[in-house]
Structure formats: C-alpha cells, structure tokens
T-cell receptor
Framework: AQTVTQSQPEMSVQEAETVTLSCTYD???????LFWYKQPPSRQMILVIR??????QNATENRFSVNFQKAAKSFSLKISDSQLGDAAMYFC????????????FGQGTRLTINP | DAGVTQSPTHLIKTRGQQVTLRCSPK?????VSWYQQALGQGPQFIFQ???????QRGNFPDRFSGHQFPNYSSELNVNALLLGDSALYLC??????????FGPGTRLTVT
C-alpha cells in the first residue's frame, strides 16, 4: 500500500521569505501523481500544485514550486515570497495512475506566516 | 459555476444513531469520492462512486455505505454511530481520471 509522510507538523516563516515543506512517499508503482493541497481554516481543500511522476521537470505555479526526486521518493513544496494568505494546513497527497485513483494523504504541516 | 457543495455544514448526533450526508458534484463531473478527516489528521479515503457503482473502498467498516444518483450527486450513510466517527467528512468530485475538487465538508460530532 502507498504511504505518504510529512515529518514537519508545524513550520513558520516571515512574510515575504521562502519556506520549504517536506514530503516523502512509498510506492511500488512507476506511474503516479503527487499533489500539494492547502486547507485554510475555512476547511475547504484547495489544490496548490500537481506533479506527474513521468515528467522530469518540476512543476511550478506562480510562487509555488516543487522539488520532485523520484528515486528518493521525495516531493517538497517551496513557497516563495510568503504572504499572510498562505497560512494554512498543507497536505501532500499521492494518487495512482490506474484504478479508482483514490488520494492518499500525509498527516499535514501547519504553516504560520509571521508579519 | 457552482463548485462541490455539501450538506449539512455541521450536525450533532448521539451514539448509536444513523446519519446521512449529501454531496453535489461540480458541474460536468461524474465521480464522487468521500474522505474522513479526524481532527489534526490528513483525510482518509472512504469510497468512490462512478456510474452509480462503488468503485473502490478504503479501510472502513460496513457501517459506512453510500449511494450515487443518476444526476451524479451522492450520499454517505453511517449507521450505529460511534464517538470515533466524529470528524470532518469531505466530498470530492472529478471527471473520471482527472483532478479531484473538494467541497467544504460536513462536520459531524457524535456525543
């Protein structure tokens, strides 16, 4: 079974600075997707960024980028120029390429932005 | 375009009772997945419905059941509620094989 591990329960960063959230996963599949979701206090899970395992190029979405290391099964999220609105729980998630494609989530990292 | 909606927003039930949660998918989506998120944890997959059939099920007991209607909306039913069933229940919709979009969730408290 696939597992996702986030080893940082909490992180904090000064506004406008850069922060990196860590995620590792375990799978025997060769094709899959990885995601970072943001969950603010409003509770709604929002997709931040996704990475296809077959793509070597790291995904970027504006201030958000990932460092995908397939061999190491590592998938970190970098947030540049942190803003107060980035404060939230961040979840790393895995989804297989075939089948029902359920999402497997990590335990989450609570990110605090200090003004 | 309305996103994924869930009802009710929150509810309180007594141990042993039964509860039904509802989800309307995003327009154009045909697949609904349900997740349980305990406080301070990541969401756990309950099951997924596509074409009115349960496609895959997570590690949840038979007390958890669901249904998908012809209009793709879905219900999650939980029987014989336990205190441990208290959680945020998230519904996510997708077009089969594509991104999952989440609703705001239903907060269930079992007393």
């Amino acid at each position: 079974a696939q597992t996702v591990t986030q080893s940082q329960p909490e992180m904090s960063v000064q506004e406008a600075e850069t922060v990196t959230l860590s995620c590792t996963y375990d799978t025997s599949e060769s094709d899959y997707y990885l995601f970072w979701y943001k969950q603010p206090p409003s509770r709604q899970m929002i997709l931040v960024i996704r990475q296809e395992a077959y793509k070597q190029q790291n995904a970027t979405e504006n201030r958000f980028s990932v460092n995908f290391q397939k061999a190491a099964k590592s998938f970190s999220l970098k947030i540049s120029d942190s803003q107060l609105g980035d404060a939230a729980m961040y979840f790393c998630a895995y989804r297989g390429f075939q089948g029902a494609q359920k999402l497997v989530f990590g335990q989450g990292t609570r990110l605090t932005i200090n003004p | 375009d309305a996103g994924v909606t869930q009802s009710p927003t929150h509810l309180i039930k007594t141990r042993g009772q039964q509860v039904t949660l509802r989800c309307s998918p995003k327009s154009g989506h045909d697949t609904v997945s349900w997740y349980q998120q305990a406080l301070g944890q990541g969401p756990q997959f309950i099951f997924q419905y596509y074409e009115e059939e349960e496609r895959q099920r997570g590690n949840f007991p038979d007390r958890f059941s669901g249904h998908q209607f012809p209009n793709y909306s879905s219900e999650l039913n939980v029987n014989a509620l336990l205190l441990g069933d208290s959680a945020l229940y998230l519904c996510a919709s997708s077009l089969q094989g594509h991104e999952q979009y989440f609703g705001p969730g239903t907060r269930l408290t079992v007393t």
